[in-house]
């Protein structure tokens, strides 16, 4: 098998060290390997999407000494792809339209919380005649899917008796099953955006061929839902390295807040970028700065 990796950042900001730690462990896998590494832009989110980000990313990590391989791709050019796969969950009973504002969903005091914040609590599901005049995001019957998948699946007679699960391997965490239920009924496409992260970037995997999936630890929960994603539609499972982040001195994940400079702001100030992915490699971090799996 030829190991293909991608980074896949969304422009919708400056990079900052997080992204370059995350982003030499991609690349650096498929080297060693001899494969492939794949630039894939993630700018679905056309309010938050800039080509000034687009720019500055692409000449970050060629300062960095990172090469891509073939032509950077951008999601905003692959909204078919996304659609098509939208069309068939619709046609399979998966999908279904909602109508609520953040303010509904956090209205409803008894929503219960999930890995990502308080769980849809399922208001427009089963909606009798939804008015697809309206705004409206389209969110998966999570209960439905997974009994599609247990129909498809019939427990085997001598079997466990725990039914058909999912799980995906990850070079850290090892054999993992996906428990997509905690994560309620995710939007797959966006009041504002023809598809969400976890549509576009399941779909993006499977058709850029990706075989090794290498980002940081904060997606770990997505995983679940990415699994359960590629067993409705078909896809093959890469296999993931969800790798430890960068923390700032307050044990957060390095972000702006913590007011390190962008990778653009070291360039312009004539830094050696080839020089900081070494010393990134080599786990040398800048003060204040730890890696961490948690
Ligand atoms: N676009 C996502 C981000 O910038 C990362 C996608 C992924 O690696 O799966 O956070």
Redesign the pocket.
């Known amino acids: 098998m030829v190991v293909h990796t991608?980074?896949?950042?969304?422009p919708?900001g400056r990079l900052h060290l997080g992204?370059a730690w995350?982003a030499i462990q991609a690349h650096d896998f498929a080297r060693v390997a001899g494969g492939a590494f794949t630039l894939r832009i993630?700018d679905i989110d056309g309010t938050r999407s800039r080509p000034e980000h687009v720019a500055a990313i692409l000449r970050d990590l060629e300062w960095l000494g990172l090469e891509w391989d073939g032509e950077v791709t951008f999601q905003s050019q692959r909204l078919g792809l996304y659609e098509e796969a939208l069309d068939r969950l619709r046609a399979m009973g998966l999908l279904y339209p909602c109508f609520c504002t953040r303010a509904d969903i956090a209205a409803s005091l008894t929503a219960p919380h999930g890995p990502e914040g308080a769980l849809y609590p399922g208001t427009c599901r089963g909606l009798e005649a939804p008015d697809l005049g309206k705004p409206h995001c389209w969110r998966l019957d999570m209960g439905r899917a997974l009994a599609t998948l247990q129909t498809r699946h019939p427990p085997r007679r001598g079997g466990d008796g725990e039914g058909f699960q999912l799980f995906w391997q990850d070079e850290i965490a090892g054999r993992v099953r996906a428990g997509p239920a905690s994560a309620g009924d995710v939007v797959l496409a966006r009041k504002d955006a023809p598809a969400s992260?976890h549509l576009a970037?399941t779909i993006d995997?499977a058709a850029q061929g990706i075989t090794h999936?290498v980002?940081?630890v904060?997606?770990f929960a997505?995983t679940h839902v990415h699994r359960l994603l590629q067993a409705l539609l078909g896809l093959p499972t890469p296999e993931y390295r969800h790798h430890p982040l960068l923390l700032g001195p307050d044990g957060t994940r390095l972000a702006k807040r913590h007011g390190a400079p962008s990778l653009e702001a070291m360039r312009l100030a004539g830094e050696d970028g080839r020089a900081l992915a070494e010393r990134l490699r080599a786990g040398q971090l800048p003060v204040g700065i730890a890696a961490a799996q948690a």
């Open positions: 991608r980074f896949a950042p969304s919708t992204h995350s993630e992260y970037v995997d999936v980002r940081g904060d997606l997505a």
